[in-house]
Structure formats: structure tokens, C-alpha cells
């Protein structure tokens, strides 16, 4: 996927995919959140998939994944995810 320089307005269906794999992440679903979050990015990329994208990848204990994520997460958001990855036993 192509990293966005800057965020372009997401479409209604791009938002509600973020939002419904953030509610799959808060529930312990990480799989469903990547899933979602892999497919918000298809319609459109944004830093917050990669974020979400990220953030399920250390929920499920992948790394590589999740450090490739997180080259792709805005600059602001870097801490937040790196601080939730060690919440969940990851160091990014």
C-alpha cells in the first residue's frame, strides 16, 4: 500500500470499517481487526488502518508485521501504538 503523506478525507465505508475494527480490537478480536483494517486500506490508505493494523499485530504476537505497520503510522500516533504494543508484551 502506498503510505499517505498527508490524511485525505476517508469515505463513509473506509470510516466504518476503522471503527468496526477498533471495537474488534477493544473486544479481544484481533484477527477480525486486521482483517478490517487490510481492508479499509484496499478502498483507501490511511494512518489510522496502519495504526489499527499495528496495534492487531502485536494482539497477535507478530512482530514483523507489526513493526512494518508501524513505519506506515503517523508521526503523533507512533508513541500511542508503541505504548499499547508493550501493554501487550510487544517492543516495537
Known amino acids: 500500500e502506498a503510505r499517505p503523506r498527508q490524511e485525505a478525507p476517508l469515505p463513509p465505508e473506509v470510516i466504518a470499517d476503522l471503527d468496526a475494527a477498533e ?3 477493544r473486544a479481544g478480536r484481533a484477527a477480525e481487526a486486521r482483517r478490517l483494517a487490510q481492508r479499509s486500506l484496499i478502498m483507501q490508505p ?3 488502518a496502519h495504526a489499527l493494523l499495528a ?3 502485536c494482539k497477535l504476537r ?3 508485521n507489526a513493526r512494518a505497520a ?3 503510522v503517523a508521526a503523533r ?3 500511542a501504538v ?3 504494543c508493550r501493554d501487550d508484551g510487544i517492543e516495537l
Open 23 to 25: 471495537r474488534a480490537l
Open 46 to 48: 490511511s494512518f489510522r
Open 55 to 57: 496495534r492487531a499485530h
Open 62 to 64: 507478530d512482530l514483523g
Open 70 to 72: 508501524l513505519r506506515s
Open 77 to 79: 500516533d507512533r508513541a
Open 82 to 84: 508503541t505504548r499499547a
